[in-house]
């Protein structure tokens, strides 16, 4: 899923963008042989590549990270495809070939730009909007893709603190125009939804099905278009029941919509993938442009905002590559479009077969942080604490957090300097207080059809394709993750390492020297009520003197060693 977790480090930018040939920059990691490489073989004997030879694709979202990855690997690894109409909304000052040429100019897309200089030339790019009627679609664009033959519904409102009429609109509405849609297109073969594996979290164990809904989809549609937004907030805690927020709820109708309009008319796969991450082989290890989920968390604590996370770090966290999520869209609609299986609700994640506890990833990621991939953004020593109970965690969010961020704003102030901090702890905060459900409680996932599909592919396509994680080896994975979170998320070269280096160094002797000095504060408070404190405290003093004297370590060298 696209869980958001707002970067706190970004600023607001205009892009400027004029209508320029797509160029990237930088290469993929020569040592991966995975994807089109393999297809070097007679592509015959890809059977999913064949599926989609001769296709005409539609996809929602492909300006989104799901949706960015989606549209290169389906060029890259099947080069039968005819056509792929990517349904883009215009912005004031973009049009969605601007929109579309900031798309492909990315470094994302070097591989297949160096593969296939001309890929471009298959992509259209239709303006629409999914909030409007018939999608905002003008009638000569509704009559391109009335011609596609595959569809897969990326789009949604990831914003777990939507309200619910915002929400409804982006993850419902929008799919119910859709269907409508698609039942037009007279040579559809499959729909694919991509939907979250949390659209039923008030569920401790979650089947690969679609449940019951909570409240009928079509009638509360119905009634949040006559239902001014201070009513429809104060209803929205019955409609969310157990669920924590709008998104889950909104989610979990959209699939109901999407199984009743289809019927038995238009063959369907629903793909439930769980936090969605950087890619893990193609077309480059680490890449990520999404500061939603954990990478949001991962960047705040390598800035050392992040001091304090509400997390049981005993719990399983359930992450996926986003590259295994897409493998799965592509692969899923293979399947259902060629055998009709029974089932066709994909799980999609990591926790059945290579579980990893954010105890562990904590361990792994910390250390990368601090020394492999420091940031030079950073601003304290990153030193991030896991706390299960609310209580304590909002003292320490207070403690670490609050006053840290009045005492720098007001320092600000003085200084005639715009206050910024405790605007950007608001931020952490709320992305903090929506991720708050998937960091203290776990789930249970049936996976029996995503397994059917492993076991469906060939040899080829498992190697073209592959969804399954098995070897997925988590310590490299989240190497190639963090360090990608420092190029393409927080945009620091490699090249300056050695600075960002020492600028860690700086930052951790000014961690130890306010522990110290707090500690001192405390102790001296001590002292000054109690004599056989002083007397004990004297005593340490000229005994770790006497130590070092007698090993010649001198004070300046005392201090280097970062005591």
Same mark, same amino acid.
């Given at each position: 899923?696209?869980?958001?977790?707002?970067?706190?480090?970004?600023?607001?930018?205009?892009?400027?963008?004029?209508?320029?040939?797509?160029?990237?920059?930088?290469?993929?990691?020569?040592?991966?042989?995975?994807?089109?490489?393999?297809?070097?073989?007679?592509?015959?004997?890809?059977?999913?590549?064949?599926?989609?030879?001769?296709?005409?694709?539609?996809?929602?979202?492909?300006?989104?990270?799901?949706?960015?990855?989606?549209?290169?690997?389906?060029?890259?690894?099947?080069?039968?495809?005819?056509?792929?109409?990517?349904?883009?909304?215009?912005?004031?000052?973009?049009?969605?070939?601007?929109?579309?040429?900031?798309?492909?100019?990315?470094?994302?897309?070097?591989?297949?730009?160096?593969?296939?200089?001309?890929?471009?030339?298959?992509?259209?790019?239709?303006?629409?909007?999914?909030?409007?009627?018939?999608?905002?679609?003008?009638?000569?664009?509704?009559?391109?893709?009335?011609?596609?033959?595959?569809?897969?519904?990326?789009?949604?409102?990831?914003?777990?603190?939507?309200?619910?009429?915002?929400?409804?609109?982006?993850?419902?509405?929008?799919?119910?125009?859709?269907?409508?849609?698609?039942?037009?297109?007279?040579?559809?073969?499959?729909?694919?939804?991509?939907?979250?594996?949390?659209?039923?979290?008030?569920?401790?164990?979650?089947?690969?099905?679609?449940?019951?809904?909570?409240?009928?989809?079509?009638?509360?549609?119905?009634?949040?278009?006559?239902?001014?937004?201070?009513?429809?907030?104060?209803?929205?805690?019955?409609? !969310?029941?157990?669920?924590?927020? *709008? @998104?889950? $709820?909104? /989610? %979990?109708?959209?699939?109901?919509?999407?199984?009743? &309009?289809?019927?038995?008319?238009?063959?369907?796969?629903?793909?439930?993938?769980?936090?969605?991450?950087?890619?893990?082989?193609?077309?480059?290890?680490?890449?990520?442009?999404?500061?939603?989920?954990?990478?949001?968390?991962?960047?705040?604590?390598?800035?050392?905002?992040?001091?304090?996370?509400?997390?049981?770090?005993?719990?399983?966290?359930?992450?996926?590559?986003?590259?295994?999520?897409?493998?799965?869209?592509?692969?899923?609609?293979?399947?259902?479009?060629?055998?009709?299986?029974?089932?066709?609700?994909?799980?999609?994640?990591?926790?059945?077969?290579?579980?990893?506890?954010?105890?562990?990833?904590?361990?792994?990621? !910390?250390?990368?942080?601090?020394? *492999? @991939?420091? $940031?030079? /953004? %950073?601003?304290?020593?990153?030193?991030?604490?896991? &706390?299960?109970?609310?209580?304590?965690?909002?003292?320490?969010?207070?403690?670490?957090?609050?006053?840290?961020?009045?005492?720098?704003?007001?320092?600000?102030?003085?200084?005639?300097?715009?206050?910024?901090?405790?605007?950007?702890?608001?931020?952490?905060?709320?992305?903090?207080?929506?991720?708050?459900?998937?960091?203290?409680?776990?789930?249970?996932?049936?996976?029996?059809?995503?397994?059917?599909?492993?076991?469906?592919?060939?040899?080829?396509?498992?190697?073209?394709?592959?969804?399954?994680?098995?070897?997925?080896?988590?310590?490299?994975?989240?190497?190639?993750?963090?360090?990608?979170?420092?190029?393409?998320?927080?945009?620091?070269?490699?090249?300056?390492?050695?600075?960002?280096?020492?600028?860690?160094?700086?930052?951790?002797?000014?961690?130890?020297?306010?522990?110290?000095?707090?500690?001192?504060?405390?102790?001296?408070?001590?002292?000054?009520?109690?004599?056989?404190?002083?007397?004990?405290?004297?005593?340490?003093?000229?005994?770790?003197?006497?130590?070092?004297?007698?090993?010649?370590?001198?004070?300046?060298?005392?201090?280097?060693?970062?005591?």
């Amino acid at each position: 899923m696209n869980d958001p977790v707002s970067n706190p480090m970004a600023e607001d930018e205009t892009v400027l963008c004029a209508e320029q040939p797509w160029y990237g920059i930088g290469k993929p990691d020569p040592d991966i042989v995975v994807g089109s490489d393999i297809l070097s073989e007679p592509e015959t004997e890809s059977e999913v590549a064949n599926f989609y030879r001769g296709k005409t694709i539609l996809i929602t979202g492909a300006t989104g990270f799901v949706g960015k990855v989606l549209v290169e690997k389906l060029l890259r690894c099947c080069p039968g495809i005819t056509r792929i109409f990517a349904l883009i909304r215009p912005k004031r000052k973009q049009s969605v070939r601007c929109r579309l040429n900031l798309l492909l100019d990315n470094v994302f897309f070097d591989r297949l730009r160096d593969e296939q200089p001309d890929f471009a030339s298959k992509i259209t790019a239709i303006p629409s909007d999914l909030l409007e009627d018939n999608l905002g679609l003008s009638n000569s664009d509704e009559a391109k893709i009335l011609s596609s033959n595959v569809v897969f519904h990326c789009a949604a409102s990831v914003n777990f603190n939507d309200p619910l009429k915002k929400a409804l609109g982006s993850n419902c509405s929008s799919i119910l125009k859709l269907m409508d849609l698609a039942k037009r297109m007279s040579n559809l073969n499959v729909l694919v939804h991509c939907s979250t594996a949390y659209s039923n979290c008030d569920r401790n164990h979650i089947e690969e099905t679609v449940y019951k809904p909570p409240v009928d989809p079509y009638k509360l549609i119905e009634t949040m278009e006559w239902l001014d937004d201070r009513s429809a907030n104060a209803v929205t805690p019955s409609l !969310l029941g157990k669920r924590p927020n *709008t @998104y889950t $709820l909104t /989610k %979990a109708l959209a699939e109901h919509i999407v199984v009743t &309009e289809a019927g038995d008319d238009i063959p369907v796969a629903i793909v439930r993938p769980t936090i969605i991450t950087s890619t893990w082989k193609e077309p480059m290890p680490g890449w990520n442009d999404s500061f939603n989920g954990l990478s949001g968390l991962v960047v705040a604590s390598g800035t050392g905002l992040l001091r304090i996370v509400n997390v049981n770090k005993d719990l399983v966290t359930d992450i996926i590559p986003v590259d295994v999520v897409v493998n799965t869209l592509v692969t899923a609609a293979w399947e259902v479009a060629s055998t009709r299986p029974d089932g066709f609700v994909y799980y999609c994640g990591t926790s059945s077969v290579r579980p990893l506890t954010w105890d562990r990833l904590r361990e792994i990621v !910390l250390p990368l942080l601090r020394r *492999t @991939y420091p $940031l030079e /953004k %950073a601003v304290w020593y990153p030193k991030p604490y896991f &706390e299960p109970e609310s209580l304590m965690y909002t003292y320490w969010t207070l403690v670490s957090h609050r006053i840290p961020a009045y005492l720098f704003d007001a320092y600000l102030r003085l200084r005639g300097a715009r206050p910024r901090m405790v605007r950007t702890y608001d931020k952490i905060h709320a992305s903090s207080a929506a991720l708050q459900l998937f960091t203290t409680r776990e789930w249970r996932w049936s996976d029996s059809n995503s397994r059917r599909l492993q076991s469906a592919l060939s040899p080829v396509d498992s190697r073209t394709f592959p969804i399954d994680v098995a070897s997925l080896d988590w310590v490299q994975y989240l190497d190639d993750y963090t360090r990608g979170s420092k190029l393409y998320l927080m945009k620091e070269e490699l090249s300056r390492l050695p600075q960002a280096h020492s600028h860690m160094k700086k930052l951790r002797r000014l961690h130890y020297l306010y522990n110290m000095f707090v500690a001192m504060v405390v102790w001296k408070i001590f002292l000054l009520r109690s004599s056989m404190a002083r007397n004990i405290w004297q005593k340490v003093v000229n005994f770790v003197m006497k130590i070092l004297w007698s090993l010649g370590v001198s004070w300046k060298l005392f201090m280097q060693l970062g005591f």
